[in-house]
T-cell receptor, first 113, second 111 residues
Framework: DAGVTQSPTHLIKTRGQQVTLRCSPK?????VSWYQQALGQGPQFIFQ???????QRGNFPDRFSGHQFPNYSSELNVNALLLGDSALYLC????????????FGPGTRLTVT | GQQVMQIPQYQHVQEGEDFTTYCNSS?????IQWYKQRPGGHPVFLIQ?????EVKKQKRLTFQFGEAKKNSSLHITATQTTDVGTYFC???????????FGKGTRLHILP
């Protein structure tokens, strides 16, 4: 039973560029959330997808957008990258809307130079 | 900004000693989850508490959810080197279901 997978594991981008991160949820899970984790901090909630729609959103600008596909996998897109966007981006899945028992993937380490 | 405080930020304990971390939210949470993140790893789900005043045990770990659903604690009895990591509390705010995480308590075990 595969857990949550994310790609790529590491990424280096230049300020102003755009990036797409990908996530496949744990088998049987249909709800996907994205988090940004800066070094030494707790994860910050970006948004949550269920039934291919964004259901909840944290305090992140519109530069952060996402998508969920019919197979429940998800993408996080960040436009016009800033140096401050450098962080570990975590995807978490859960077995159903309103279930807060989340299973995290290994994350994508994004570095913006 | 963060609305969940975790105390302490860091804790060094001798192996075999007990450890407690406290989680205090400025807003009522519908439920609360605890996660453990090893250095270089990702958060791993430990437990969820739903009811006011609920207490749950997992081997040497005891979790408690406060009566007002604004605070929680994690107590580890007789720590072992495998307990090293950062412990996070998290939960959805009752008013809008948005998930908030604490900044974590980093536990270091002295052999």
């Amino acid at each position: 039973d595969a857990g949550v997978t994310q790609s790529p594991t590491h990424l280096i981008k230049t300020r102003g560029q755009q990036v797409t991160l990908r996530c496949s949820p744990k088998s049987g899970h249909d709800t996907v959330s994205w988090y940004q984790q800066a070094l030494g901090q707790g994860p910050q909630f970006i948004f949550q997808y269920y039934e291919e729609e964004e259901r909840q959103r944290g305090n992140f600008p519109d530069r952060f957008s996402g998508h969920q596909f019919p197979n429940y996998s998800s993408e996080l897109n960040v436009n016009a990258l800033l140096l401050g966007d450098s962080a570990l981006y975590l995807c978490a899945s859960s077995p159903g809307w309103g279930n807060y028992e989340q299973y995290f993937g290994p994350g994508t380490r994004l570095t913006v130079t | 900004g963060q609305q969940v405080m975790q105390i302490p930020q860091y804790q060094h304990v001798q192996e075999g000693e007990d450890f407690t971390t406290y989680c205090n939210s400025s807003t009522t949470l519908s439920n609360i989850q605890w996660y453990k993140q090893r250095p270089g790893g990702h958060p791993v789900f430990l437990i969820q508490l739903v009811k006011s005043g609920e207490v749950k045990k997992q081997k040497r770990l005891t979790f408690q959810f406060g009566e007002a659903k604004k605070n929680s604690s994690l107590h580890i009895t007789a720590t072992q080197t495998t307990d090293v990591g950062t412990y996070f509390c998290a939960g959805p705010r009752e008013r809008d279901d948005k998930i908030i995480f604490g900044k974590g308590t980093r536990l270091h075990i002295l052999p």
